[in-house]
């Protein structure tokens, strides 16, 4: 099954990916150099203007919110946001988890907007931090080794026992201490798609669905398809 979900994720989510049809682009991106900032801020266009006071403000906002984290002031701990994920990756998986909680929540609309991308990336990308103990030293979570494949991410070593999909995905919510996505939520982004991969996923049942969706996005790991 889980070579079939590869299959369609290829051929139908490759735009909810930020993939190519030759290969991934890659997450070493060129950062912007202070020369490129400086140019953009200094042009005289209203485009270049927005540009430079909005690229200015997401740095305060997010020195603000990695204030936070460090503090301790959000929940969820921290995001370990993956080095080989691209930035058009990530603006997918912010642009589709902000549809999905504001169709759902319409009242976080009135929310600092800072804030709420902070909580998606963290619910997204978890970590699995080591946390030192100043009498026993660094120790890591217990079941890390036993729910974790190398190199893999967290919760990706599915129990073999579980052979249903929905098994799973239960399993893996509860590793990761996540609430599944709600019907309303999968159906919401589905028919954002283009038509054409619409059709794709309307043909699976609401748990595939909820999977095929949960891989493109990157908020579960492909191992929740089973091998067979």
């Known amino acids: ?100 909680d504001l169709m759902v929540f319409p009242d976080d609309h009135k929310l600092d907007a800072s804030g709420l991308v902070g909580a998606i990336l963290v619910s997204t990308f978890p970590c699995l931090v080591t946390v030192t103990n100043s009498r026993q030293g660094p120790f890591s979570p217990a079941n890390t080794a036993k729910t974790d494949l190398p190199g893999k991410g967290p919760c990706t070593n599915v129990p073999q026992r579980y052979k249903k999909l929905e098994q799973r995905l239960a399993w893996f919510y509860g590793c990761m201490h996540e609430e599944p996505p709600t019907t309303t939520a999968i159906k919401a982004a589905i028919a954002a798609m283009p038509p054409e991969k619409q059709k794709a996923f309307l043909v699976q049942d609401l748990i595939t669905q909820e999977a095929l969706l949960g891989v493109a996005t990157y908020a579960l790991p492909i191992q929740v398809f089973p091998d067979n």
């Open 1 to 100: 099954m889980r070579s079939t979900a590869l299959l369609l994720l290829t051929l139908c989510c490759s735009t909810i990916v930020g993939m190519t049809q030759s290969k991934r682009t890659s997450a070493d991106e060129n950062a912007m150099t202070a020369g490129d900032l400086q140019e953009i801020c200094i042009g005289s266009n209203a485009e270049s203007k927005a540009s430079c006071r909005f690229y200015l403000l997401g740095i305060k906002q997010g020195i603000s919110i990695g204030i936070g984290i460090a503090d301790g002031k959000t929940q969820g701990g921290r995001p370990c946001i993956p080095e080989n994920l691209s930035a058009a990756a990530i603006e997918l998986t912010v642009k589709m988890k902000m549809g999905q």
